[in-house]
């Protein structure tokens, strides 16, 4: 890992967002995608936030070829129309080899890229990743067959290590960002994944970049979510939301009256979710008499997990499910990427608490329910 950190600083005085000469040079690309024909596009964020279209091409024999004019370096992506994913690619005046396994451009195991500093830096953060994930496939596979079988244990444990390599990825990722806060290279690996962050990750990583990467097109599209992700905090007011409810009726937030509400992300699969379970039946059986209330709003896709779950657990509150898991309007409009999430509103749907639990959430409660 140390050879790693050595090869991401990379001394980039000079790749910042212009070169070191004001000489016009040319990046080339020469690339192959095995076993099939493709059509081609290389995309970049425009100053106004639009992504053009930089090359369209297609492969002759699995063969292309892309170049174009570079003043400096710049963030591009790669892409194949009908294929998941998108390949990163961190442009500068240099040759460019790339080769193409397999029809899933996410799986960075599937291409290699060579050339240029930038690009080389990348490719050591895709080799932490590839290594802290080795195990991913496996233990997706078992999750998908617990799944398949009902098992909500079975599924929570694999969950549990999922959850586990995450965390540690994100460690590494962090150490590459900090590291490369003022050139593109910091600001592409923000940027590959910003959509699919929730507010505290991505403030971490955002705010490490220094104010020059903020300021590129890229930097302020990240700008724009990180903001729209703080609109559900504390302070602000909650959006108001209608759900399907575990008895075939509905529920309409705005509509429910009360003192202090808590919607309480969750789902079956989730063993965070229901390890904290417990602490929450205690905390309801305590406060509901004063005016408590609490809409449970799971993330599960299928009703017979979630009623399986609900059931066990004895879950005596408002219980709510769209099917749609992070994919609903709820969870949109929430942000939610992460699960549990606790939120506490008033009775006027103003958020007064995130994230609390235990005996910290009790202690909030007495305080404000007499």
């Known amino acids: 890992m140390k050879k ?51 090359h369209e091409v297609r492969s002759v024999n699995g063969d292309f070829e892309m170049e174009g004019v570079i003043n ?31 029809k899933d451009l996410a799986d960075v195991r599937n291409y290699d890229i060579q050339g240029g500093r930038l690009q080389a830096g990348k490719n050591a953060l895709d080799d932490v990743e590839i290594e802290v994930f080795s195990d991913r496939d496996s233990i997706l596979a078992c999750y998908f067959e617990a799944e398949k079988n009902h098992d909500i244990a079975g599924k929570m444990h694999e969950r549990a ?10 460690k590494e990722e962090n150490k590459f960002i900090e590291a490369n806060k003022d050139n593109i290279l ?48 504390v302070g602000r007011q909650a959006p108001n939301f209608t759900l399907p409810t575990m008895d075939s009726s509905t529920v309409t937030l705005y509509d429910v009256k009360a003192p202090i509400k808590i919607l309480d992300f969750w789902a079956s699969w989730c063993g965070p979710c229901r390890k904290e379970i417990p602490n929450m039946v205690k905390t309801y059986a305590k406060f509901k008499d004063k005016g408590l209330v609490i809409i449970g709003i799971s993330m599960d896709s299928r009703k017979g997990d979630w009623k399986k779950a609900v059931e066990a657990d004895g879950l ?25 999430r606790i939120l506490i509103l008033d009775e006027h749907n103003h958020v007064i608490g995130d994230g609390l639990t235990g005996e910290v959430l009790d202690e909030f409660l007495a305080k404000r329910l007499k």
């Open 4 to 54: 790693l950190l050595l090869l991401l600083s990379l001394s980039l005085g000079c790749f910042v967002l212009s070169s070191c000469s004001s000489e016009v040079k040319k990046y080339v690309i020469k690339g192959h995608v095995d076993k099939y024909e493709s059509d081609l596009l290389m995309t970049m964020v425009n100053e106004t936030g639009k992504v053009d279209t930089i």
């Open 72 to 102: 400096g370096p710049k963030l591009a992506f790669l892409t194949i129309k009908g294929v998941n994913g998108r390949i990163p690619l961190l442009l500068e005046d240099t040759l460019f080899t790339l080769n193409i396994r397999a």
């Open 161 to 170: 290590m999922l959850d586990r390599m995450t965390i540690a990825y994100d």
């Open 186 to 233: 910091g600001l592409a690996i923000v940027y590959y994944r910003y959509n699919y962050l929730n507010f505290d990750r991505l403030k971490v990583k955002f705010e490490m970049l220094s104010d020059v990467m903020k300021s590129t097109p890229e930097g302020r599209l990240i700008q724009e979510r990180y903001d729209r992700l703080g609109v559900v905090k």
């Open 316 to 340: 005596t509150w408002i219980q709510a499910c769209d099917y749609k898991s992070t994919a609903g309007e709820v969870a949109r409009a929430y942000n939610i990427t992460a699960i549990p």
